[in-house]
């Protein structure tokens, strides 16, 4: 490989360095462009064809479909680790002993209490008020509660915000769904697993006690490991963004909350149970879909299928497709949604629109079957994928402020008016 890339403009020739990842991935460092050409920048749309930073987290191919959390591939880490076990991986870079990993989690309880006020701001909202605006919004409350920003240097004080957010958000999670479904606010029990105690929050019955199902605890503990994390996607991307003016941890996932929310991103997976039932309320019609989907003047988009990086295929969608004919079977859950979903995604395989733009399924085509089996309610599926990337939000935001980068703040074409003088309003 080249060690350098030319630019001639005007005859001028500009040279930049070229460097290579540990997975042989090729990128020009342009770091210097605007200063050597006196004010040339580049321009891409949705950043494409740039990288905003180095990583050492998540590496993917989208053309060979890998996913790896600091090296461990996804399919091994879906199959054999813990949610909690994936999340101390992507922060800590390895994955933990077992006294390393009690201690984490019993640093994580410690800290798994909200201060009662926080119910107040629960209370405030109407209970049409949608879970992802309440979860960003507690989320960044929780800076009024704990308002001391993090230390990123010291060790000790990043370690604590760290427990002290994967010990409150699955509360924040729970309140928001009970207060929609007018349940008193619970909190679990401190004795149970993480995901055990994530849904006892969410699903005790007052009035009786929680019984586990192991399928259940399975099937979220898969999920929640799927979307652990996942490069600079649009919404760690804001976090880390946010993070790189230095505001504070609390509010940085707030905004990546905020940016998931978008139907084109994470929101995608409560839009793909949407499509799916109206395609099934209008007889399983997906032709019809498939024509919308395809038609330039129609906003429709097939959700859950197509994605920036993957262009063979999403390796989550594939784990949670045999997943979710696992987790119906041993439930014993005849969904017609999932019969509907898999005929889509042979039509739109074998229709030269998708396979020329090649869209395949994404994470989030099969998962919403799967939260809808686990009893998790539809504008809840988000939610869910936030709970799962909340570790990853976090490993990548201290990654940025511990590499000490720059603010982020990307330059423009302006293409507007050019200078004009003011014409008083009654000239005009
Ligand atoms: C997630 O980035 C990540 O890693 C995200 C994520 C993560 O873990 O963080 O993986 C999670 O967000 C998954 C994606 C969930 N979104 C959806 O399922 C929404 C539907 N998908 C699309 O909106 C779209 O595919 C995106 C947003 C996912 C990707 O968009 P791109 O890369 O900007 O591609 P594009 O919009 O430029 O589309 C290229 C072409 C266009 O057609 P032409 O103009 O070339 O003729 O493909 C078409 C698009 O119209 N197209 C689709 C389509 N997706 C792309 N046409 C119909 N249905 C679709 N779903």
């Given at each position: 490989m080249a060690k350098s890339a030319t630019i001639e403009i005007d005859g001028q020739k500009f040279e930049f360095p070229i460097i290579t990842g540990t997975e042989n991935e090729v990128a020009i460092d342009i770091s210097s462009l605007r200063s050597a050409t006196k004010g040339i920048i580049t321009l891409d749309a949705g950043y494409k064809n740039t990288g905003s930073c180095k990583s050492k987290i998540t590496f993917l191919d989208g053309e060979n479909g890998i996913l790896r959390y600091r090296g461990y591939s996804i399919e091994e880490l879906a199959e054999k680790a813990s949610f909690l076990e994936v999340a101390y991986l992507l922060i800590f870079g390895d994955l933990p002993t077992q006294e390393q990993y009690e201690k984490f989690y019993n640093d994580i309880k410690s800290y798994s209490v909200v201060d009662d006020d926080v119910r107040k701001i629960v209370d405030a909202f109407p209970k049409s008020a949608h879970p992802m605006g309440i979860v960003s919004s507690l989320t960044s409350a929780l800076t009024a509660f704990n308002p001391s920003s993090v230390n990123v240097n010291s060790e000790q004080e990043a370690y604590k915000a760290i427990v002290r957010i994967i010990g409150k958000f699955p509360v924040l999670v729970a309140w928001t769904f009970r207060k929609k479904h007018g349940l008193p606010l619970d909190y679990g029990d401190k004795n149970l697993g993480y995901v055990e105690n994530v849904l006892k929050m969410m699903f005790k019955q007052p009035n009786e006690d929680y019984v586990q199902n192991d399928v259940i605890v399975d099937a979220l503990n898969k999920l929640l490991i799927l979307h652990a994390d996942h490069e600079q996607n649009c919404s760690t991307s804001t976090v880390r963004i946010t993070g790189s003016s230095h505001a504070g941890l609390f509010v940085s996932l707030s905004a990546g909350i905020s940016a998931l929310w978008g139907p084109l991103h994470g929101g995608a997976n409560q839009a793909v149970l949407e499509m799916l039932e109206a395609i099934k309320e209008d007889g399983g019609d997906t032709k019809k879909y498939m024509a919308k989907a395809k038609?330039?003047?129609?906003?429709f988009r097939l959700m859950g299928f197509g994605h920036r990086v993957y262009k063979n295929f999403d390796p989550r969608a594939r784990i949670i497709k045999k997943a979710a004919d696992e987790v119906l079977d041993d439930l014993g859950i005849d969904d017609p949604i999932l019969d509907i979903a898999k005929g889509l995604e042979k039509e739109a395989l074998e229709d030269q629109y998708f396979v020329d733009r090649k869209l395949y399924p994404n994470v989030d085509f099969y998962s919403g079957i799967i939260y809808r089996a686990l009893g998790i309610p539809t504008d809840m599926f988000t939610v869910m994928f936030a709970l799962g990337r909340l570790p990853g939000w976090i490993a990548q935001w201290f990654e940025m402020r511990l590499n000490k980068e720059p603010i982020g703040r990307p330059r423009q074409l302006y293409v507007g008016e050019t200078a004009r003088p003011f014409v008083p309003i009654e000239k005009r």
């Open positions: 038609d330039k003047d129609d906003p």
